[in-house]
């Protein structure tokens, strides 16, 4: 168990619909990074937040949004969906996000869109 | 050019065998160099790191990494079935890991 939570672990939703997803960081990291992960494209970075900040950002349509929250909780909100946004989300944190050595991931929630 | 390439064939080896990976990388920045284990819809979890150019042994795993030609290395020694996963390499740098597609061990008992 890395210490990272999300929720839900899967869902099936309909295109054109809007969801949100969910991450609770392990305790004591400020940073936190959203990945999408498919079969062609692999692991692709999306955004990461750093103690309520965005601090970088990937590859994330502006379909996609995101926050941290002050309790260091973290959402992806990804709306008008469409079926090639089915991909496995993950979320992985860390304390402070200035080196990737400590980088732990949650065990994803897996987006179906029909 | 991709940040990290690494060719995403499939792998089935017998047990006991030598499993060699390996992945290249285009930025000279990066600094630290990963290998992710991702079983079947699980989360990644670190497997190893190494920070400058040279050998990290831990267990029967070993991670390379030969920064003047960009190419890291990962190496499963006496291979066993639970080895039996998906092997990302990522390299770190800009705030983020730079995933390659990963490579999916099958180990033969």
């Known amino acids: 168990d890395s210490g990272v939570t999300q929720t839900p672990k899967h869902l099936i939703t309909a295109t054109g619909q809007r969801v949100t997803l969910r991450c609770s960081p392990r305790?004591?990291?400020?940073?936190v990074y959203w990945y999408q992960q498919s079969l062609d494209q692999g692991l692709q970075f999306l955004i990461q937040?750093?103690?309520?900040?965005?601090?970088a950002k990937g590859n994330i349509l502006e379909r996609f949004s995101a926050q941290q929250f002050p309790d260091l909780h973290s959402e992806l909100n990804l709306s008008s969906l469409e079926l090639g946004d089915s991909a496995l989300y993950f979320c992985?944190?860390?304390?402070?996000?200035?080196?990737?050595?400590?980088?732990?991931f949650g065990e994803g929630s897996w987006l179906t869109v029909v | 050019q991709k940040e990290v390439e690494q060719d995403p064939g499939p792998l089935s080896v017998p047990e006991g065998a030598i499993v060699s990976l390996n992945c290249t990388y285009s930025?000279?920045?990066?600094?630290?160099f990963m290998w992710y284990r991702q079983y079947s819809r699980k989360g990644p979890e670190l497997l190893m790191y190494?920070?400058?150019?040279g050998n990290k042994e831990d267990g029967r795993f070993t991670a390379q990494v030969d920064k003047s030609s960009k190419y890291i290395s990962l190496f499963i020694r006496d291979s066993q079935p639970s080895d039996s996963a998906t092997y990302l390499c990522?390299?770190?740098?800009?705030?983020?890991?730079?995933f390659g597609k990963g490579n999916q061990v099958v180990v033969i008992p």
């Open positions: 992985a944190s860390t304390k402070d996000g200035s080196s990737g050595n400590t980088i732990y």
């Open positions: 305790s004591g990291d400020l940073s």
């Open positions: 937040y750093y103690n309520g900040e965005e601090r």
């Open positions: 930025n000279s920045a990066f600094q630290y």
């Open positions: 190494t920070y400058s150019s």
């Open positions: 990522a390299i770190w740098g800009n705030n983020r890991l730079a």
